[in-house]
Nanobody
Framework: QIQLVESGGGSVQAGGSLRLSCAASGYRHSGLCMGWFRQAPGKEREGVARFDSSGGTTEYADSVKGRFTISQDNAKNTLYLQMNNLKPEDTAMYYC?????????????????????WGQGTQVTVSS
């Protein structure tokens, strides 16, 4: 059974930093890759970043490139999202996700309701 538990959210001022963590279990050798998405009230789900463990590659939404870094510590079964230079528009609930690696970046996040898993989320609030 795949379980994902996020932590590390909080409230910061614009320009600040946060590091989110996701403790994962049950996903290894399942053909799933890990990622982060976010959802703000009244807005659609937005894919933030994905870590492709098969090739060690990372992909990011244009809105966070150069500011966010996704990484994975296999020894600790933990996924991270380092968020720097945060902006008010980054305010959202952030979710850790696991979905098939075979999908393209955009399809990866679309596949979540049918083929993926996600945690309970952690709130990030950025004030101006």
């Amino acid at each position: 059974q795949i379980q994902l538990v996020e932590s590390g959210g909080g409230s910061v001022q614009a320009g600040g930093s946060l590091r989110l963590s996701c403790a994962a279990s049950g996903y290894r050798h399942s053909g799933l890759c890990m990622g982060w998405f976010r959802q703000a009230p009244g807005k659609e789900r937005e894919g933030v970043a994905r870590f492709d463990s098969s090739g060690g590659t990372t992909e990011y939404a244009d809105s966070v490139k150069g500011r966010f870094t996704i990484s994975q510590d296999n020894a600790k079964n933990t996924l991270y999202l380092q968020m720097n230079n945060l902006k008010p528009e980054d305010t959202a609930m952030y979710y850790c996700a696991a979905a098939p690696c075979s999908y393209s970046y955009s399809d990866y996040f679309r596949s979540l309701p049918s083929f993926g898993y996600w945690g309970q989320g952690t709130q990030v609030t950025v004030s101006s």
